[in-house]
């Protein structure tokens, strides 16, 4: 494969990358949220409750960065701290009945922009894509930092 098409490949997932982060913020703004305060949210949906030593390893961040996003939504009320029961120097911070429901609500906004976007291809190239970005990000992960043990979201 010629280098100049590689280079508009990598411009295409540049350009991907612009503004699906420009909908996502904008999406959820509109829900009062950050990125960093869903991803943290997310997380406690798949691992289940988790201490905030086990988020600040899981989500990369300063332990001090995790305190400020629970406190954000324990405010927002989408999270609790309730003691841990095994350690009593720790707490656990579980998702609300609130949280869960705003991400049941981003889950079907995810949902309707993936219709809106790749509905219209014909199953053969839609699977071609996922495998090719697959491809991709496969190789992206060992370069860079942080994100070579990531799984998708």
């Given amino acids: 494969m010629p280098d100049d098409a590689r280079v508009a490949a990598l411009d295409r997932v540049l350009e991907l990358t612009v503004l699906l982060g420009r909908d996502m913020t904008a999406s959820l703004a509109a829900s009062g949220l950050t990125v960093a305060r869903t991803t943290l949210l997310w997380h406690l949906r798949a691992a289940g409750p988790s201490t905030q030593r086990a988020l600040a390893d899981a989500l990369g961040v300063s332990a001090r960065n995790v305190t400020g ?15 841990h029961p095994d350690d009593r120097r720790a707490t656990l911070v579980t998702p609300t009945a609130r949280g869960r429901e705003l991400l049941d609500e981003l889950g079907r906004g ?44």
């Fill in 110 to 153: 995810q949902a309707e922009l993936a219709g809106q976007l790749f509905g219209g291809l014909p199953p053969d190239r839609l699977d071609a894509l996922v495998s090719a970005l697959d491809d991709v990000l496969e190789r992206l992960r060992p370069l860079v930092p942080g994100s070579a043990a990531e799984e998708t979201p």
């Fill in 69 to 83: 996003l629970v406190d954000g939504l324990a405010a927002a009320g989408l999270v609790t701290r309730e003691p």
